[in-house]
């Protein structure tokens, strides 16, 4: 495993293998609508950025909120070098499967499905077009998500560059196989469905203490960044770093269990769709 990171994630990063591209996001949902913020914040045109979604509301909606062009997913397909599937898992195949006639040397398509493996993208998508998943999450938003990334078949050097352009908008990356991708959702997809109730909890405690909720929700912020601050810029084990309390209250066998549950619900989903 090969991790990329780099030191400011809030900043737009080197996002120049992206300047003369354009892109066709297929699905303006909670990861389509991120992509769109995030290539803008990071320099991208409008004229630069196409959108499908098979809502027209949505679709209009996204328009007049983020000002790019929406259109029917074969106009966009022959205009675009980068193909951004954020479509639910069951329509990535259906998708794919009309794209496909249309795709050529030189473009990239990227899945952001859970569950829809790479041998399963590369049976539909013709050589040499170059394929490439990513499993995002929603902290994305602010710049700072963690997109586990797996390349396919076909993606040349100058592919992962423009690849890795557009992970540089969204956070960090971490390179993996793409038979680990099941544990990017467990551990990615998962963690804000448990940290967040975590952080709410902590912020009510402190409410309930009499701090303002501005000020107990900072503080309970502050208290998780800087506990994930403790584990990414120390060596220090878990037990060295638990051993500064001097309470342990949390089941650390359960939580794992949680987040390997998350794993094998992303293994269902991949089963439920034929994989
Ligand atoms: N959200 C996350 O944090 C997260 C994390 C990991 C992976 N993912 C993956 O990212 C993908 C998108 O997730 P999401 O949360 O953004 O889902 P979402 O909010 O439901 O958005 C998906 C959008 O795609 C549209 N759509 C459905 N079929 C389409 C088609 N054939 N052509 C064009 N648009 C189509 C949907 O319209 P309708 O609503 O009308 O169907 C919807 O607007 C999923 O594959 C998911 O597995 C998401």
């Known amino acids: 495993m090969n991790r990329e990171s780099f030191p400011s994630p809030r900043l737009p990063r080197e996002v120049a293998a992206l300047q003369d591209k354009r892109l066709a ?5 909670v990861i389509g609508r991120i992509l ?9 045109r409008n004229n630069q950025i196409m959108v499908c979604d098979a809502d027209p509301q949505r679709g209009a909606r996204v328009q007049r909120e983020l000002g790019v062009k929406v259109c029917p997913l074969t106009d966009a397909c022959c205009r675009a070098d980068i193909w951004l599937i954020s479509t639910p898992p069951k329509a990535v195949i259906p998708t794919l499967e009309t794209l496909s006639p249309r795709l050529g040397e030189g473009q990239i398509v990227i899945s952001f ?58 956070g960090d990356s971490i390179v993996i196989e793409d038979d680990q991708m099941d544990w990017a959702v467990g551990l990615t997809g998962a963690s804000m469905r448990w940290l967040l109730p975590v952080l709410e909890g902590m912020t009510q405690a402190g409410v309930d203490a009499g701090l303002s909720p501005t000020d107990a929700r900072w503080v309970a912020a502050k208290m998780m960044a800087g506990v994930a601050a403790l584990a990414l810029e120390t060596d220090m084990s878990f037990e060295e770093m638990k051993a500064l309390t001097s309470v342990n209250t949390a089941d650390e066998k359960a ?9 094998h619900r992303a293994r269902e989903l991949a089963a439920s769709l034929g994989e």
């Open 25 to 29: 996001i297929i699905g303006a949902g």
């Open 36 to 44: 769109i913020q995030r290539l803008r914040a990071a320099g991208l």
């Open 255 to 263: 939580i794992a269990r949680i987040f390997r549950e998350a794993a």
């Open 113 to 170: 499905a859970a569950g829809v493996s790479m041998a399963r993208l590369e049976e539909i998508i013709p050589e040499p077009v170059a394929v490439a998943r990513i499993m995002p999450n929603a902290l994305s938003l602010i710049g700072r998500g963690v997109n586990p990334v797996a390349y396919g078949r076909d993606c040349t050097l100058d592919g992962r560059v423009q690849v890795q352009a557009l992970l540089n908008t969204l």
